[in-house]
């Protein structure tokens, strides 16, 4: 079967994640709106469709079509050996997925801590105050707590010895944040060895490297999730 | 087999959700923090543990310990005939609860543009902001969407003919947006009559309104995600 994905063509932003699991499970699938263009993508979004999708990124899979991309993460991981069958593990590695979501929300408001709907130039004092608190007290949270879970199994992959869906997601995660913010990042990875580890191995694998080298990984752009904005990082 | 399920034993917030399919379902279960205090929570917070979730609600259910609300109701929905077995209607229920999780985070937000970490009163002038653009924006994109699918599915439920926890959420939704902002909700309420009257219906089941009525359903408050702010309700 191929897979069709559906997202914004010209960023990474939570299409990313799912973009990561396939080709790591070298799955076969078109990203739809970057070969055929928008209009493809806004047909499947309306509510004739039945199961319209609120916003992209979603996952045509034969008859179904799968949104939000933890549930498309929950679909494609049994599936392809990137989380377990059985269902406690399933549903941990699942979990893992939704506590890496939050934090995607959050490095976003960094940029938009008044809303999505407003420019990101219009929001630059909020944008800066909310950067402080997000270094200060947010990223240690969740990247401690990741790094916890990764020392506490021996450092190999945060469910274990086998790698899920949810590290791939961590490997972008501390991509996209050296890329938003050089300068803090920087700073900050002293206090996860094991979370810098695990990127460095997850770049190496065969199939994600071929991926990175490719033009089917669009570069980190100012207007995806991950947006390098000097005035946010001091 | 009784759950126990440890949250935050003053507010509503995002425990709430589960309390609610809880108590439809008619499950047996404990509120571990408002019945035994603080204490145990924190216990299974611990990383020794072994699958220590990052933050409340979780949910103990035999050796399973379960944590993120949308992945709680993922594990419930399908052992309590509040979502359907098979794995499309699964997934589908899933996913609308996913975009209620991003929902109810953007609520929060109206009151913590500037994140989690700082007070109110630290926020108040973004918060107004914040609160103007989810009022143009935010509110209408979500729940005329909600509203869109009932309409298209005849107005009895999110996905058809049987409530599911999704359904429940929604109930919740309208039920907060009504405590923390009369004026706004009740001017906007004339867009969603599908909406509203779902939330009706729900209220009048019998274990949601023996619930609602007993001391099990906290009232709201100004420390859980819906708060009446006066100066963010013109």
Redesign the interface.
Known sequence: MRYELYYWPGIQGRGEYVRLALEEAGADYADVARERGMAAMMKMME??S?????APPFLKAG??V???T??IL??LGSRHGLAPKA??GK??V??LQ??V??FV??IH?THH??????YYED?LQ?AK??TE??W???VPK?LE?FE??L??NGGFYLTGRRLTYADLSLFQIVEGLRYAFPKRMKAFERNIPGLVDLHDRIAARANIKAYLASDRRIAFNEDGIFRRYKALDL
């Open positions: 509510v004739s039945g199961t319209p999708p609120f008859k179904l799968i949104g939000q933890a549930n929950l679909y269902e406690a549903l941990w699942h979990q939704l506590t979501t939050d929300l959050e408001d801590p008044l809303g999505p709907s407003l929001q909020p105050r909310r608190e997000f200060k007290e947010r969740y707590y916890g879970l020392e506490s």
